[in-house]
């Protein structure tokens, strides 16, 4: 791959989207290479991951501006539902992911982020969706998923104004968790994803299952599909293991990590 480095670190992966000279802004081969790291994830020993921009000025700077503007109508639908079609398989991989926000994350920077559980960025970093600016609307998801993130109200705001947020106003409007200086965002990161690693992964994917599913769904259902996701953690060896090590009044003793059973 050109454009996309994977490095697996034990139980947790940093996947980087690296086209620096162009702030790595998603372009076809960006997007295909994306998909195809997230199918070749080894889900059975990675526990979380971590997605981050090469370099420490962009996380990723939009959609490719040059790709899309001889596009027809057609193409742009195409081209949207690309990565509509990536980003959900992102948003519903089984495994947390980290958005490690390094810089700019504009367009479909942005929405790569907002497509992922948890975002933390670096104190340079800047949010937005320019869109309305460049004559089309968000394209990969952004009009869905920041209202959902920071409200419709909000969202709207910063969609029909196109206007730029710098890492403090992401964090105080709820777009990101935690602000770092620069040097410190990866290790935050992987930090945070040792931490997830380290807990029951059936538990973990449940949980994410549970909320992402519960959200799309009215709070009678969505509490059938906790109580589902409830049960399936019976049974398993973590579950046997966890409530066990719990139960064990032996002072001395150490927990074990995880099997994923
Ligand atoms: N697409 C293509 N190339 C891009 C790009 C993008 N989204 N963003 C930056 N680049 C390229 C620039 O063209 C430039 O290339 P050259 O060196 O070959 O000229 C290089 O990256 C460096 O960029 P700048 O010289 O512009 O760097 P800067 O520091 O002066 O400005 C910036 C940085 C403010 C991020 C500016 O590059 C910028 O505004 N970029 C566009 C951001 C944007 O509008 N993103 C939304 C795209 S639309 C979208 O994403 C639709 C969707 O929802 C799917």
Known sequence: MEYILYEQKGDYALLTIQREKALNALNSQVLDELN????????????????????????????????????TKAQGEAFGKKGND??????????????????????GGCEL??????????????????????GITPGFGGTQRLARIVGVGMAKQMIYTA??????EAYRIGLVNAVYPQE?????????????AKNAPIAVRSCKKAINEGLDADMDEALVIEEKLFGGCFETEDQRYGMAFFLDKNKEKVKEPFRNR
């Open 36 to 71: 195809g790291a997230l199918d070749a994830i080894d889900l059975d020993t990675v526990r979380c991951l971590i997605l981050t921009g090469a370099g420490s000025k962009s996380f990723v700077a939009g959609a490719d501006i040059g790709e899309m503007s001889t596009l």
């Open 86 to 107: 990536i980003f959900r398989r992102l948003e519903t991989l089984p495994i947390p992911v980290i958005a490690a926000v390094n810089g700019f994350a504009l367009g």
């Open 113 to 134: 982020a907002m497509s992922c559980d948890i975002r933390i960025c670096s104190d340079n970093a800047v949010f937005g969706q320019p869109e309305t600016g460049l």
């Open 163 to 168: 206007r730029n947020i710098k890492a403090d």
């Open 184 to 196: 410190e965002l990866l290790p935050a990161a992987e930090k945070l994803a040792g931490t997830i």
